[in-house]
């Protein structure tokens, strides 16, 4: 059973931020750190500062010959059982990085002429560079150095969805950036079947296989020999029927003698530096958030469907606030992603005294929401949404009240829902107001469009959403 299931929380994976695994099984994805670098939000920032804090702790542990110091800050990359991600069989058990695994890794990173050749920039490299290093084990590692940020990260979903946490428990030993070394403490966790559990935010996992050294070599280094070699006409060219000449990869394979790709890899590397710029710029471009789809087999129209129907049987007024807030929420994931991430109920700003009823952090690559600070100037990296279960229409003073959570830092757009507009034009004119008055953008959304984008999403898809959200746009800002 998934956790949606286990703990009655009636929403699908479309309605979920996090990926949502069955406890007893692990979930073929993986923490994969360079496309958590892709990431401008708070999470992929603070991930990304650890991630290189650890790597570079470590090695200037190894330059300045500390090799106790450097095997003990490696050993703890091991055993991570709390993701439920890789590709174990049975009950999770951290086989992507067991303690054996570290310690043969260690000693394949102490022998490796990467080491020493400067090519070791971030701890991605170790899958392209070092022996016995795939994405099994490079997720793990990441998982455990992360996962201070993984904790609380879970706790905020938890708390979201109304999931209880078990106070007390160690968190198992984390990357701390204050003190560059592993720490431990106790706090609150998710406990599923007895055992520990942290939740992974579904925008910040992949298949893994971008990064990897099997289309470094083929794709990119290959490649460019093929053509070096065309270029100086060398022993290795041949000629088709038309005479038009080739080099095969497999000619030069065995020509370089590639028996141990890494160690060759390296190598190469070593002469080519351009060739392994083009390879990661390619393979950032490359990457992809995972759909949806791949993560649950459940009938999107269905869900849609559902959504929609909840959302037209929902009676209006305060007792029915909360319910309407968790609809919205559901709605903005399925519809929004994977442009946004990190949701949170009635977030606390000005240490309390002020709410805003659901936050997402903008991480939009692409997009409505990546023009927002790209195209039209206007700072969003946080999209803040208040939800008004109303049966009239928002007035200046709802108006005001989001336009108050606006800050440099928060970002100048926001979303104001109601069930119901009777006047839409009346509105649209108060937010074209707004904008002309202070430059903040806020959109009114009704439940009639979220209901009309429910029904088209499934045939669709993105691009019905980024119809409504620039014509949106276009009718607060341009008019």
Known sequence: MKISEIFNL????????????????????????????????????????????????????????????????????GENNELCLGL????????????????????????????????????????????NVDRDKISDMTGNIIKSLLLQYTQDQCELLGIPLIDGVPTGYYWDLNTHSWENRYGKSFICYDRKILLVPKRFVSYSNEYCSEKYLRNFALNFLQNEHLRLNTHLVENRKDGTPFVTKKSIEEEEHISEKKDWLVEFTSRHREVFADFKENAIKAMKPVSNEELTDINLSDICLYLSNVLEQLPTGPNYASDYQHIVLGVLELLLYPDITYPKLEHNIHDGRKRIDITFDNCAETGFFYRLKTTYGISAPIIMIECKNYSNDIRNPEIDQLIGRFSARRGMFGISTSRKFENKQLILKRCQDAYMDSGNVIFPIEDADFITLLKTYPVEGRACVERYLQDLFRSIVVN
């Not at 069989?89 to 310690?103: A, L, V, Y």
């Not at 490796?112 to 022996?131: C, M, N, P, Q, T």
């Open 10 to 77: 009636n929403k699908s994976q479309f309605e979920l931020d996090f990926v949502d695994i069955d406890p007893e099984v692990d979930t073929p994805l993986f923490l994969d750190p360079y496309f958590i670098s892709k990431s401008d939000t708070e999470f992929g920032r603070a991930a990304y500062i650890l991630l290189n804090d650890f790597f570079s702790t470590l090695l200037s542990s190894l330059n300045n010959g500390n090799i106790a110091r450097a095997q003990e800050l490696f050993s703890y990359l």
């Open 88 to 131: 174990s069989r049975g009950t999770p058990s951290g086989k992507g990085m067991g303690p054996k695994d570290s310690e043969r890794i260690f000693k394949e990173l102490l022998n490796s002429k990467a080491l020493y050749s400067g090519l070791l920039s971030d701890i991605e490299d170790f899958r392209l560079f070092v022996r």
